[in-house]
């Protein structure tokens, strides 16, 4: 089995390991969330998150290793994600990797996370989608890149201020809802009507590309307010008209997304649009993608739910293109946090 290689994922708050068969075929994938850990402080806090991973780390990687019936000798390698993340965070799964390649004498990789995610996009793909334009939203992250390939990616543009994700989760606080705010929101969001508040979009000077998402925050908290930016903290108000500023704040993030990324398309006239991160588990992203970019002819690719979160299955599928190119790394290997 000379192309199993074993994923090990801890930039954030998911301690994860995934055995994948030649950068697609998943053997093994488990996940160890910290949510519950970092719920009640309303996102995530770098302390408790690198504790976490300490404490998950071994179990996670007994269990995937067992879950796929390998042994260590079977692999091919193993890959790690050592960039970007909260760096006490990286650091736990890069020397979990370190040791098991030295125990077992296997190659190691480094892999960069956001390259992981978009490639997430592709791995069910029975086409190669390049070069295409890549979005990636998550809670750290909100970008636009040219993807030449599943290596090579050119930045294009990204949030001045919060990620879309982080957006979500503040404005989730604001309604009282439970952290992550985008599962909650978008829940809620079900219930209300997107029309009902006309929530701002931010629109680029010059007409070029970008994100904004911490105008559309404030308005959010000065709708709640009754327009008084001196209120107090706003009593939740009744269930309609939550879901009425759900469904609206989530259309003007779904907004601006879907209409930068065409834009970023039909600049750089490209049909095919991969979109990656945990805002890729959104319904309404994907249903208002659906919809304005097929009559366009422009083809936008999303991972299934359990791939736009944060996995280890994108970064061993990615860690074997990888060493299939011949970058593999030493024990040297570095973790950073950008
Ligand atoms: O990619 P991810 O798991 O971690 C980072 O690398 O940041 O993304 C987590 C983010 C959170 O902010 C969460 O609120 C958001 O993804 N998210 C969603 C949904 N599910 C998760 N946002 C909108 N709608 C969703 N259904
Ligand atoms: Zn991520």
Redesign the pocket.
């Known amino acids: 089995m000379p192309n199993l290689i074993l994923g090990i994922e801890s ?4 301690t994860a390991a995934a055995v994948v068969d030649a950068g697609r075929r998943e053997l093994a994938s488990v996940v160890h969330s910290q949510i519950d850990e970092h719920a009640k402080w309303g996102g995530v806090v770098p302390e408790i998150a690198s504790r976490s991973h300490l404490e998950q780390i071994l179990p996670v990687l007994d269990r995937c290793l067992s879950e796929a019936q390998v042994e260590l000798t079977d692999l091919a390698g193993i890959a790690v994600t050592n960039r970007p993340g909260l760096i006490g965070s990286l650091l736990v799964g890069v020397g979990a990797a370190k040791g098991l390649a030295l125990a077992a004498d296997l190659p190691l990789v480094g892999v960069d ?1 956001i390259k992981a ?1 978009v490639y997430a996009a592709t791995m069910d793909l029975d086409h190669d989608p390049y070069p295409a334009i890549a979005l990636v ?5 909100t970008a636009l890149y040219m993807a030449e390939g599943a290596l090579s990616m050119t930045p294009l543009a990204s949030t001045l201020d919060d ?4 957006a ?2 503040k404005v ?1 606080h604001m309604l009282g809802l439970s952290y ?4 909650s ?2 829940k809620l969001a079900l219930e209300g009507d997107p029309k009902a508040i006309a929530f701002p979009r931010y629109r680029p000077k010059r007409g070029g590309l970008g994100f904004s998402f911490s105008g559309l925050k404030t308005a959010v908290l000065y709708h709640l307010r009754g327009g008084d930016a001196l209120a107090p903290t706003p009593a939740p108000r009744d269930i309609v008209e939550r879901a009425n500023v759900a469904a609206s704040f ?1 259309e003007a993030v779904v907004d601006a997304l879907v209409k930068m990324t065409l834009k970023a398309a039909k600049e750089h006239n490209l049909t095919q649009v991969l979109v990656a ?3 890729g ?3 309404r ?1 994907r249903d208002v993608f659906a919809q304005v970019s097929e009559p366009e002819g422009i083809h936008v690719h999303f991972p299934p739910p359990n791939r ?3 996995n280890a299955v994108m970064i061993a599928g990615l860690g074997w293109q990888l060493f299939e190119t011949g970058q593999a790394g030493d024990l040297d290997l570095d973790a950073s946090p950008r």
């Open positions: 930039s954030c708050d998911e996370h995610h939203v998550s809670g750290g992250h990620a879309a994700g982080e979500f989760d989730a992550p705010g985008g599962p929101i978008s989530q991160g945990g805002v588990c959104n319904q992203l736009c979160t944060d």
